[in-house]
């Protein structure tokens, strides 16, 4: 659809390889988002155009630099193709993303992994194959770091008589029952699980005192960033269609924000936000907007 060869060597000669793979990127998840219709046409659409600034599907902000750098390939691409068209506002594109990044609860949220996994694997099996995957969710929701994840081992998970577990973080301590439970019970027993998409089998390694356990046998445990990734690779098998990802860093604030929600006291909105998310009056009223959007989409079932 779009030489990138001729393109890069017209507007980027000098582009280093990081820049270079940037822009194959940027072109390869714009061709994704066109698919059959006619590319002039397509570059005349701004949903088209405001799709091509989300290179990742999971995330629902666009920083300014990250704005005026795609912004600036499509002033590019219009040339290239030789179309007359205008790149829409840096609000216009925050205002197009439709890919919901919060849940109607925890439960839903488990549900949700495990859609997807039956979608992309034909004998998926919930007590494996995502599992890691939802146990990162769970102490995500409670409000652990990813490093804080990444450190605990198998003693941490109290037992609660026969259907709950304590486990605690520098924040406190908290009880995990249901399906959360479930979740971390099976994951501290896991030694092998089918990989999305591919199906392939995965071995865990590694030293097995750890709740995480890496692959790679070298590898004594996972650090935070490889935490992250579990989740950014679960989202690249997400199928566009269900429009949903899931952002490490809002699970905790999902839950705040069910909190808030929850609140039948006669407190002000602003002093809900304040004292259950513990943070300043400048932060709640940051918040606040953010929480209207996860009102308006819990109350017409979006989530």
């Given at each position: 659809?779009?030489?990138?060869?001729?393109f890069a060597?017209?507007?980027y000669p000098?582009?280093?390889?990081?820049?270079?793979?940037?822009?194959?990127?940027?072109?390869?998840?714009l061709a994704?988002?066109?698919g059959?219709?006619?590319?002039?046409?397509?570059?005349?659409?701004?949903?088209?155009?405001?799709?091509?600034?989300?290179l990742q599907?999971?995330?629902?902000?666009?920083?300014?630099?990250?704005?005026?750098?795609?912004?600036?390939?499509?002033?590019?691409?219009f040339d290239?193709?030789?179309?007359?068209?205008?790149?829409?506002?840096?609000?216009?594109?925050l205002?197009s993303?439709?890919?919901i990044?919060?849940?109607?609860g925890?439960?839903e949220?488990l549900e949700?992994i495990?859609?997807?996994?039956?979608?992309?694997l034909?004998?998926?099996n919930?007590?494996?194959?995502?599992?890691?995957v939802?146990?990162?969710?769970?102490?995500?929701w409670?409000?652990?770091t990813?490093?804080?994840?990444?450190n605990?081992?198998?003693?941490?998970?109290?037992?609660?008589?026969?259907?709950g577990?304590?486990?605690?973080?520098?924040?406190g301590?908290?009880?995990?029952?249901?399906q959360?439970?479930?979740?971390l019970?099976?994951?501290?027993?896991?030694?092998?699980?089918?990989?999305?998409?591919?199906?392939r089998?995965?071995?865990?390694?590694?030293?097995?005192?750890?709740?995480?356990?890496?692959?790679?046998?070298?590898?004594?445990?996972?650090?935070?960033?490889?935490?992250?990734?579990?989740i950014?690779?679960?989202?690249n098998?997400?199928p566009?269609?269900m429009?949903t990802?899931?952002?490490?860093?809002?699970?905790?604030?999902n839950a705040?924000?069910?909190?808030v929600?929850?609140?039948?006291?006669d407190k002000?909105?602003?002093n809900?936000i304040?004292?259950?998310?513990?943070?300043?009056?400048?932060?709640?009223f940051?918040?606040?907007d953010?929480?209207?959007?996860?009102?308006?989409?819990l109350?017409?079932?979006?989530i």
């Amino acid at each position: 659809m779009i030489n990138y060869q001729d393109f890069a060597a017209k507007y980027y000669p000098t582009a280093n390889s990081a820049r270079q793979n940037d822009i194959a990127r940027f072109l390869d998840n714009l061709a994704e988002v066109i698919g059959e219709t006619p590319l002039q046409d397509a570059l005349k659409n701004t949903q088209v155009l405001c799709a091509a600034f989300y290179l990742q599907k999971a995330g629902n902000n666009i920083s300014r630099p990250h704005y005026q750098k795609i912004k600036e390939y499509l002033i590019n691409l219009f040339d290239f193709v030789g179309v007359d068209a205008t790149v829409p506002t840096r609000e216009e594109v925050l205002a197009s993303q439709e890919t919901i990044c919060y849940f109607r609860g925890i439960n839903e949220l488990l549900e949700f992994i495990d859609k997807v996994g039956s979608s992309a694997l034909a004998n998926y099996n919930p007590t494996t194959d995502l599992v890691r995957v939802k146990s990162v969710c769970v102490l995500g929701w409670l409000g652990f770091t990813p490093d804080e994840i990444a450190n605990l081992k198998v003693r941490d998970l109290s037992q609660i008589e026969l259907n709950g577990y304590k486990v605690s973080n520098k924040s406190g301590t908290y009880e995990v029952y249901g399906q959360p439970f479930t979740a971390l019970y099976y994951l501290s027993g896991l030694e092998e699980y089918n990989g999305l998409p591919s199906g392939r089998k995965v071995i865990l390694k590694g030293n097995d005192e750890y709740l995480f356990r890496p692959t790679d046998a070298n590898c004594e445990k996972l650090d935070g960033g490889q935490i992250i990734q579990i989740i950014k690779r679960f989202n690249n098998c997400i199928p566009r269609s269900m429009k949903t990802s899931i952002v490490f860093r809002s699970l905790h604030k999902n839950a705040l924000f069910l909190e808030v929600y929850n609140d039948t006291s006669d407190k002000s909105l602003i002093n809900k936000i304040t004292a259950i998310m513990g943070c300043t009056l400048n932060y709640a009223f940051n918040y606040r907007d953010q929480y209207m959007k996860f009102v308006e989409a819990l109350e017409n079932n979006k989530i």
